[in-house]
């Protein structure tokens, strides 16, 4: 059982928690973290996630667990999905988007990692690859890419100032 922080409409920290799987009470929202690795080539680290999970590709994402500030929740899954440990890194917040019952945190990092020191958490990732900005438009457009995960993308290009 997997407690998460529960937000006001401010996006402060409200004391209150619910289960992971249950549904959000009105009038409260919880946290979404997602990061957007950029090595010096210009491509973007992306994973497939599990059948299970839907099998599209995507960034590497995940809710923080309760009392887990949005960098730790960050550092947590990017620890748990893929294995490797930015907690040396400094990700910037580039934004901050809400959108129903969610707040989505999305970084930015410009690091380069190489792939055989990648460790996937084989319940959540089917693999792992470095992906172009126009490879990641033909997946969208291919329906192999996830949505959501396509607009926060369109939303770091903006940041990034990419067209």
Known sequence: MELR?????????????FVKGEQVPKGYFYLIVAIYIQNSNGEFLIQKRVARKGGQ????????KA????????????????????????PILFETWNRNDQFFDIY???????????KIQE???DGVRWASIDEIKKMHDNGEFHEGHYTMFLKCLDYLKVN
């Open 67 to 90: 009392g887990e500030t949005s960098l730790e929740g960050l550092f947590t899954e990017v620890e748990e999905e893929i294995g490797i440990d930015l907690r040396n890194d400094k």
């Open 5 to 17: 922080d529960l937000y006001d409409a401010d996006k402060n920290v409200t004391g209150l928690t």
């Open 123 to 125: 319940e959540e990732v």
């Open 57 to 64: 590709w995507a960034t590497t994402a995940g809710h923080p």
């Open 108 to 118: 930015y990092l410009k690091k380069d990692i190489d792939l055989n020191d990648v």
